[in-house]
């Protein structure tokens, strides 16, 4: 199959760009490779640098070895340290009988090595190898490029789609409890500036504010009487409120994509000194991103209204946050929040 069968280029034509001072080659190569190709000619080396440095596209270089001024090998090497030019083929020609020059050339970047004087049809095969190799090639990786933006297209779809499921779940839980409505996403926004604060790569960030999004989901499987009940809890019922982190667990357990989901709804309620619950669990033995949602979780708890008390002052909250310091929370990430309120307070 030629070149011209093979309609590689579609309806554009590929420029080359022969560099030959021999006025013979020069037009043996117009002649007879102007039915597929453009061709531009230049009798000297510095005269084909200027014409690739005033920006005209090129898609090959014919390029003659001994010419005045500068030799071929090097206008080679000067065209192959440039990036704009790495990529495009040469192929050089050459009277001599040299075997070192030919593997000078090809070790330069060469694409391919013929001997003069030129034999029409080999010389027309080799430049239609080249360009069609050359545009494959390059076709590739435009191909693998279009294909990865459509697969992180895709990907950024189904992360979406992911969220706005776990947001959904989320609100679910919240609308069980009139007194917590919002708690879900308030959590999930301080856990990700805490860790945003920790200086957690963004990833990271992302997948902590999942979990504290989902980090109550448990109480899907809690009395609606208990949880929106009045006044106190009998510790009985505290007991039945306690089981909503193993249920999270359980329930978030089989997302495989997302398999650290269930660490915020099983470990959040986990205290530093290892009398939290429901593992007893102490110090780094405490998932890390468990040991952030459970100071975002405490800090949203304070501050919000219950049906027994009001919402906490911003210098109580700081106060408590600061006394239970080391026993019910990680202190590095006590103290990050306790930064982040004086800030706030600072500023009121």
Partial sequence: MGFRQSRLYGEEMPQILAIDDDEVSRKLIRGNLSDIARVSAVVCGRDGLSYLNTGNKVDLILLDYRMPGMTGLEVLKQIKSRDEFREVPVIMFTGEENES?????????????????LVIPVMRQRVMNILNYFYLQNSL?????????????????????????????????????????????RVAEYSAQISLLLGDEPQQVRLIYYMGLLHDIGKIGIPVKIINKPGRLTDEEYDVIKSHSAIGAEVLNPIRIRPELMIGARYHHEKFDGSGYPDKLAGEDIPRAARIIAVADAYDAMTSDRSYRKGMMSQKVYEEIAKKSGSQFDPEIADIMLAYLKENMDGE
Avoid at 150 to 161: D, F, N, P, S, T
């Fill in 101 to 117: 020059l030919e593997s000078q050339a090809l070790e330069a970047g060469a694409a391919d090595f013929i001997h003069k004087p």
């Fill in 141 to 185: 990786q435009a191909e693998v490029t279009r294909q990865t933006k459509l697969a992180e297209r895709r990907q950024e779809e189904a992360e979406q789609l992911f969220e706005e499921m776990i947001m959904a779940l989320a609100q679910a839980i919240d609308a069980k409890d009139h007194y917590t409505h919002g708690h879900s996403q």
